[in-house]
């Protein structure tokens, strides 16, 4: 793979080949200084999970970098198309690049398919060439390859493969996403793209022309408000995965879901122009959600599973939970393909 000088992110990567220590090492502190939010979800989870999810941020922040911050398109595809044969070398027992040699160890140990991790360089693809989404339906098209598979990446890293699970996932990650996308369309604009329906636009009497000469008025604020009640209903569609997971990851989920719903809360707390401002998630609301998982977590110490057991990681199985054997004398058997001495 050809060198990214332009990536911040490349900035103490470690020579191709070089040793798991020195991958893993790397991949920790590209997740502990490069994604503001870690240090606080990490501390939540079970310590056994870091390093697994070290290495997976850091396969999907460099495919997103390579997408978001390669300002040519062409050099942009080149560099996804390199890092897909990155990844493809890996699943074949060869990887090189220092990412992929921490990632094949928990792909290994934990028995992850190819299919989320290519299925996000899609969407890094199509970012390249799309800009205008005609519909919802585009829009949620979309979702399915840039939001839907980081989801699915962290049920397989907390030991969860069934269907059900992934559909509930599915809907809480596209709501974040979208959450994301309305509270950002003035940063998407400075990157000529625009994610709300075009469709909806033209039922409010607006262009996408319009939404680049940023013209709010009360037009917008009627197409926020649908999106906005659109998104909160697919938080609701996926709030029962936290209630069909285990104890120590439920507060985790529940706090990203209530992240995404104050980011929408702030949006209207904010009169709906993010054509001209973000709004943010205030200090205080921070720590009102922090204090709530970590008052959750304490609670969770007291009374690890609900009333159907669906939280106790010893009922997982029994409930289509992972098809992985989860017994501790016996580890997940591996159909990665993925062969080396490393852990």
């Known amino acids: 793979m050809q060198a990214t000088p332009e990536l911040e992110i490349a900035r103490n990567l470690p020579r191709a080949g070089c040793s798991i220590e020195e991958a893993r090492r790397y991949t920790r502190w590209l997740a502990t200084h490069h994604y503001e939010n870690f240090n606080v979800v990490s501390w939540l989870l079970p310590r056994r999970l870091h390093h697994h999810f070290y290495n997976v941020y850091a396969y999907c922040r460099w495919a997103d970098d390579l997408g978001d911050e390669v300002p040519d398109p062409q050099k942009a595809l080149k560099l996804i198309d390199a890092w897909d044969e990155e990844l493809q070398n890996m699943y074949r027992g060869n990887p090189s690049h220092p990412v992929f040699v921490a990632l094949a160890g928990t ?89 709300i329906p075009l469709d909806l636009l033209r039922e409010n009497a607006l262009t996408a022309d319009d939404v680049v000469a940023r013209r709010f008025d009360e037009r917008f604020v009627k197409v926020m408000k649908e999106l906005i009640v659109r998104t909160r209903a697919l938080f609701s569609q996926g709030a029962p995965l936290a209630r069909q997971v285990s104890a120590e990851i439920r507060i985790d989920i529940e706090l990203f879901t209530k992240g995404g719903l104050a980011v929408l809360d702030g949006i209207e707390a904010a009169g709906y122009d993010t054509l001209h401002h973000r709004p943010a998630i205030g200090r205080a609301t921070q720590i009102r959600l922090l204090g709530g998982a970590i008052l959750e977590r304490c609670m969770s110490w007291l009374w690890p599973a609900d009333s159907n057991g669906a939280s106790s990681p010893q009922n997982r199985s029994s409930q289509n939970g992972p098809s992985q054997n989860t017994s501790q004398n016996s580890p997940p058997q591996n159909t990665t393909g993925i062969a080396g001495p490393h852990a």
């Open 107 to 195: 792909v290994r140990e934990l028995d992850i398919p190819i299919d989320p991790f290519r299925d996000l360089l899609i969407a890094f693809r199509h970012d390249q060439t799309v800009h205008r989404y005609e519909n919802w339906q585009a829009v949620l098209d979309y979702c399915r390859y840039s939001a839907n598979p980081v989801g699915r990446l962290v049920l397989y890293l907390t030991g969860y493969r069934d269907p059900a699970r992934q559909a509930l996932s599915d809907a809480t990650c596209t709501a974040l996403q979208l959450a994301n996308f309305w509270q950002d369309v003035d940063r998407d604009l400075e990157k000529g793209r625009i994610y």
